[in-house]
T-cell receptor, first 112, second 115 residues
């Protein structure tokens, strides 16, 4: 069926390195994607979004890349910091703006 | 703080108990949501309310009963739950229920354990 999934369940990086978290989606009707960060004991927090008419969008230290050909989404975090340690997951709208489908999440651990 | 609060933060209940989860948002939003987050599973949408009216029930069992008395408050009434209902229950709000334009803000969640 249609789903949003992640290639890697865990990612461990050294402080200062760049991190890349991946997400695969299978619903070609999806035209809006969001990355969330969830720290321990907190709810998910919006990081960055991208629409299907774009293939790249940049924020502060974060970049989202969208490859519609292979239905792949990635989140790049530059100069990763210990405060970036969290679970990251993507979400897609599957063609409807009234309901999001979420991926399982990748646990990012930043080693000092 | 996101402006969305949830109480209690932790709840342990037996299968025959009746309890309620409460969510309050201080953002002036008009849409509110309940999600279930289980271990090793993606976040699952349960209910959506827009201007106090329920617009989505994602095939949720009737032992979960939502209530939205006004745009700032959302409740989830629990009755005769099963151990597999143990999870983190997250509340969220957004300005409108159009998530293509409006960002969802999540509360910290209620960690529910059903014995």
């Amino acid at each position: 069926g249609e789903n949003v999934g992640l290639h890697l369940p865990t990612l461990s990086v050294q402080e200062g390195d760049n991190s890349i978290i991946n997400c695969a989606y299978s619903n070609s009707a999806s035209d809006y994607f969001i990355w969330y960060k969830q720290e321990s004991g907190k709810g998910p927090q919006f990081i960055i979004d991208i629409r299907s008419n774009m293939d790249k969008r940049q924020g502060q230290r974060v970049t989202v890349l969208l490859n519609k050909t292979v239905k792949h989404l990635s989140l790049q975090i530059a100069a990763t910091q210990p405060g970036d340690s969290a679970v990251y997951f993507c979400a897609e709208n599957q063609g409807s703006n009234y309901k999001l489908t979420f991926g399982k999440g990748t646990l990012l651990t930043v080693n000092p | 703080e996101t402006g969305v609060t949830q109480t209690p933060r932790h709840l342990v209940m037996g299968m025959t108990n009746k309890k309620s989860l409460k969510c309050e948002q201080h953002l002036g939003h008009n849409a509110m949501y309940w999600y279930k987050q289980s271990a090793k599973k993606p976040l699952e949408l349960m209910f959506v309310y827009n201007f106090k009216e329920q617009t989505e029930n994602n095939s949720v069992p009737s032992r979960f009963s939502p209530e939205c008395p006004n745009s700032s408050h959302l409740f989830l009434h629990l009755h005769t739950l099963q151990p597999e209902d143990s999870a983190l229950y997250l509340c969220a709000s957004s300005q409108t229920h159009d998530l293509g334009t409006d960002t969802q803000y999540f509360g910290p969640g209620t960690r529910l354990t059903v014995l």
